[in-house]
C-alpha cells in the first residue's frame, strides 16, 4: 500500500485528530492518530495488516512462529496482522506499569518472534515489549507497525518493517508553540492510566 492509500483509509475513519495531545512518551503534539477508530472497522484493519503481513513476508521473516504485540493498542493489529501470516497471536500487558505476559500466554526458549505494534512514535513501548519478550528467552528478529511516526528514526534494537512512515512533529511539554499551549491537551493512551501503568 501507498503512504496515500494508508492516510486514506485513517482519514475515512476520521481518524487523525487536530488538537493538542499527550503521547505515550510524554511529549506533546497537535496531531493524533486515533488507530482506534481504525480497528473498530474489522474491513479496514484488514486490509492494512494484510499489507503489514505481505510486507513482513517480502522482508524474509519467514521462520516466525508467534506474534506479540503490546497492550492495548498493538492487540487488534497483532492479532489481523497474525491472522495473514498463519500465526498465533499474544500480547504483554502492563502490571504496575510494566510490560509482563500473562493469561497462560508464553514464548518457547529460542523461539523466534516478530513484535506487532500500531504506532511507532519515539519507540519507547515498542523496546518495552521487546525487553519482555527477549528476557523470556525467545528471539525477537524484528518488529513491525501500522505508522512509524519518527520515519525510521527510532532505533529499537531490531529491524523495524512499518507499512508506512509519516512524521509528525512533537514537542518537550516545556517548549510547546504558543498555538499549541493555547489548547488544554488530551492524553488518549493508556500509559500511566491508574491501574494500567506508569
Ligand atoms: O513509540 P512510543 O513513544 O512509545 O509511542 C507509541 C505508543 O503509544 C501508544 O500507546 P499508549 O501507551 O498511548 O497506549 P495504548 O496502547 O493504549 O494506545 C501506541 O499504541 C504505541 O504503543
Ligand atoms: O505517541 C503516541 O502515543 C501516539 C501517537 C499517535 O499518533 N497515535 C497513538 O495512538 N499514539
Ligand atoms: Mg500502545
Known sequence: MTKD????????????????FILSSGLRSATFLQKTLVFRQPDKTEI???????????????????????????????????RHLGLPAIYTERVDGKFELRRNFSVAPGEKVIVVEDIVSTGLSICECIDTIKALGADVVAAACIIDRSQGKADIGVPLVSLIEYEVKAYSPDDLPPELAAIPPVKPGSRGIQGVGA
Open 48 to 82: 492494512l495488516c494484510k499489507a503489514l503481513a505481505e510486507k513482513i513476508r517480502a522482508a524474509g521473516y519467514n521462520d516466525i512462529t508467534q506474534v506479540v504485540s503490546p497492550a492495548v493498542g498493538g492487540i487488534i493489529p497483532g492479532y489481523e496482522t497474525a
Open 5 to 20: 492509500e494508508v492516510l486514506a483509509v485513517f482519514r475515512s475513519c476520521d481518524a487523525i485528530l487536530e488538537g493538542h
